[in-house]
């Protein structure tokens, strides 16, 4: 695979989403967190049921999201960006997308403390390639076993004082 710079850039401003998510876990939760981030109540419909989404709900509820089910759908009450600071340990398991999501995410979560860890091939996965331009951005994030991958201690620095960043891809 080639290597390639991504340019990333803060949003301006948080929107509410309003998404119809094919049944994948990927897509869903890329959902899950524009809703997370967004104002007032997004509803996902169709979206997927799986470990990898479940362990991402569970995470976001934790930092003060709110989810209702019904049936085939799933409301979202966003954050509008402000999430609740959470102290302890979060276990993503095997899901890799959840991963590197509440990473970049608890990274500017003020107050957070939070230990991310997964299963034993998770804590063998890079995951520096992500930490290094974060923790370029002021995130304070540390290794905890071998270093460049998971666990993490991430300690929520709250905003960033850049908005651009330049990420292998």
Known sequence: MANSNVKLRAPRQFTSPRVRVPGSKSFTNRALISAACGTGKATLRGYSKSDDTEVLISALEVL????????????????????SPYIGDINVGAAGTSMRFLTALCSFVEGCAVVLKGSERMHERPIDDLVEPLRFLGAD??????????????????T??????????
């Open 160 to 169: 960033t004082s850049s908005c651009l960043v330049e990420v292998k891809g």
């Open 141 to 158: 994030i540390e290794y905890l076993g071998t270093r460049g991958c998971p666990p993490i201690l991430i300690r929520g620095v709250g």
């Open 64 to 83: 003060g999201v709110g989810f209702e089910e019904q049936a085939t759908e799933l409301s979202v009450t966003g954050s509008a960006g402000k999430f």
